[in-house]
């Protein structure tokens, strides 16, 4: 794997609501290409963090690969905007695999709904006696977040993801699209051969059908964000049994989903007639 | 067209971070899938305010019909999900025209770099002399939309989108993704002849490069967001000589692009210390 860097912030003027001028930054985004053995793919529109392991990231959640060990090579040229992967044997039908996205759209929606209900049943995730978090846990990740430096606080626009072994971050990325996002991580752990049953997945963006689905597909049982929740993604992970926390910033969280893994604490006094108002 | 409607909010138990139930309401997230003339296009995960106007401002925005009157008749059944498109004439090659969209993915990116900006090029906004806007008709319009009810003030998660005519709110409406808000907003815009030129768009999602070009295929000079802009929506509305303004909310706001269409006014006296310590 190549590591292309290109410069992830551009400083750029603007305008106050009085006219006076002011420098501001805002994040990169820049297509990048993706060709699987001189063929075209997709193109990614992506801030650039770690574009090897996005475009592995993706081919994985794609279910393009099974394996890292599937690719030869992935070498990213910002110049062109090209990823090429070359892989060791092929993917046998990418044709017939990727076709079937031409019938998808919206803001993270890639998979058919039909074919999203049929992939769930498959699906296991470890059982609540094996996969839990307790929540000091969960407000020491949150810690961890609030501290990280980032893109975000600098430009805003953009969508960070990380991924946790209890309270221990291992893995954080951003990008201007949050399943390139959660791409990246995927990518990070095909990689390594890291496995998601025993961690926890943080993300910015809201908890959508399709990141619960590429969740369940990296086998993470815990998902947190620091926003909320639709529709489709409380289905899916109540069909799933993953457990979702959402809302979930400085110290405060709601459990939105597999409450069996969650171990709460007690209020502590000084919170109660907070929390009382607050219900 | 029909005039579907289903329940927008649902109502769930959650836990709080001390293991207390509490009563939320999310959004409803639903797919609606598109045939026209009988054949799949598309599945769309929309909220279902406006699934009609959702389903027309779809084809309008991908450039499958340049005119209302080619289609007959829009009918939508929630119970399968299905949005039943007729066209009176067919639509020409709508499988090559639909083909290119494999080649796409990412949050809110559903056009290739190239195509788009082969695009911009045919695209005229009019002028500064005509199409302006001054400092308190935006704070108008930033008042009216911390007013407006909504269903992400009752659940979030969702995206706003309206259109203004001077400070005046002619439409508004959410979706769980906020491609769906514009395309539903292209759709009103359609159905009932209303040009673009004299009017202001206001998104509370990012700018990206596709809602950029999807306000300049509306012919809207002037797009507001509560949100931030990413580079390629920057560089595109630049391009486009299309004015953006970000940040956007009570009195406040940046103007990112298109200056000369903004009449700001000076700081009044009260608010120069305050100003000048957040400079």
Redesign the interface.
């Known amino acids: 794997m190549t590591g292309a860097r290109e410069p992830m912030l551009?400083e750029?003027t603007?305008?106050?609501?009085?006219?006076?001028r002011?420098a501001?930054f805002?994040?990169?985004?820049?297509?990048l290409?993706v060709f699987v053995d001189k063929r075209?793919?997709?193109?990614?529109?992506?801030l650039g963090a770690e574009p090897e392991l996005l475009v592995l990231g993706?081919l994985v959640n794609q279910r393009l690969i099974t394996s890292v060990s599937e690719v030869e090579s992935i070498t990213v040229d910002w110049d062109v905007?090209a990823a090429a992967v070359r892989t060791r044997a092929g993917i046998a039908d990418i044709e017939a695999r990727?076709?079937h996205?031409?019938?998808?759209?919206?803001?993270?929606?890639?998979t058919?709904?039909g074919d999203l209900m049929s992939e769930v049943d498959g699906l296991r995730l470890p059982d609540a006696a094996t996969a839990r978090i307790r929540?000091s846990t969960?407000?020491a990740m949150l810690e961890t977040m609030r501290q990280q430096d980032s893109i975000h606080r600098k430009?805003?626009?953009v969508?960070g993801c990380a991924l946790f072994c209890g309270s221990q971050m291992l893995f954080f990325v951003e990008d201007?699209?949050?399943?390139?996002a959660i791409d990246t991580i995927a990518g990070w752990m095909a990689l390594r051969g890291v496995q998601g049953a025993d961690k926890t997945f943080y993300t910015t963006?809201?908890l959508?059908?399709e990141m619960v689905m590429k969740a369940a597909h990296m086998g993470v049982p815990i998902v947190v964000s620091r926003?909320?929740?639709?529709?489709?993604?409380?289905d899916l992970a109540t069909r799933l049994g993953m457990t979702l926390f959402g809302?979930a910033a400085n110290?405060?969280?709601?459990?939105?989903t597999g409450?069996e893994r969650?171990d709460?604490?007690?209020?502590p006094q000084a919170?109660t007639v907070r929390?009382v108002a607050g219900?």
Chains 1, 2 share one sequence.
């Open positions: 551009r750029i603007v305008l106050d609501e009085y006219g006076q002011r501001l805002i994040p990169a985004e820049r297509p290409t075209e793919l997709v193109t990614l529109m992506t993706y905007g990727t076709a996205r031409v019938v998808t759209t919206g803001c993270g929606q890639g058919v709904f929540q969960l407000q430009a805003g626009s969508h201007v699209g949050r399943h390139n963006g809201r959508t059908s926003n909320g929740v639709t529709q489709m993604g409380h809302r110290k405060h969280f709601l459990c939105y409450f969650f709460s604490e007690p209020i919170a929390v219900a």
